[in-house]
């Protein structure tokens, strides 16, 4: 079992930046198994979520369309913690974010933290 806690999340206007956190924890055999580590996230109004991005245990990094070039993911492997720096943020990015973990087959997920982009 693996848990994962995000933080960061919070009001901030359009164009500016915030920093999402997510550290996980639990059984040492998942957490020395842990794979890709991502963000992803559900608007207002959508019943689903969407890849923010994701990364590999080894840094390879992945992002969703509408956040290239503005947002960066990234992981310390002696901290089980991965990140997500959200710069030039717009009010279409206002969504709970979703931390999400694979652990062999399984997935695993943070209770999320809400960004709200508004002036």
């Known amino acids: 079992q693996v848990q994962l806690v995000e933080s960061g999340g919070g009001l901030v206007q359009p164009g500016g930046s915030l920093r999402l956190s997510c550290a996980a924890s639990?059984?040492?055999?998942?957490?020395?198994?842990?794979?890709?580590m991502g963000w992803y996230r559900q608007a207002p109004g959508k019943q689903q979520r969407e890849l923010v991005a994701?990364?590999?245990?080894?840094?390879?990094?992945v992002y969703g369309d509408a956040v290239k070039g503005r947002f960066i993911i990234s992981r310390d492997n002696a901290k089980n913690t991965v990140y997500l720096q959200m710069n030039s943020l717009k009010p279409e990015d206002t969504a709970v974010y979703y931390c999400?973990?694979?652990?062999?087959?399984?997935?695993?997920w943070g209770r999320g933290t809400q960004v709200t982009v508004s002036s």
């Open positions: 999400n973990a694979v652990v062999v087959l399984n997935q695993y």
């Open positions: 639990g059984n040492i055999f998942d957490i020395n198994a842990m794979g890709a």
């Open positions: 994701r990364i590999t245990s080894g840094g390879s990094t």
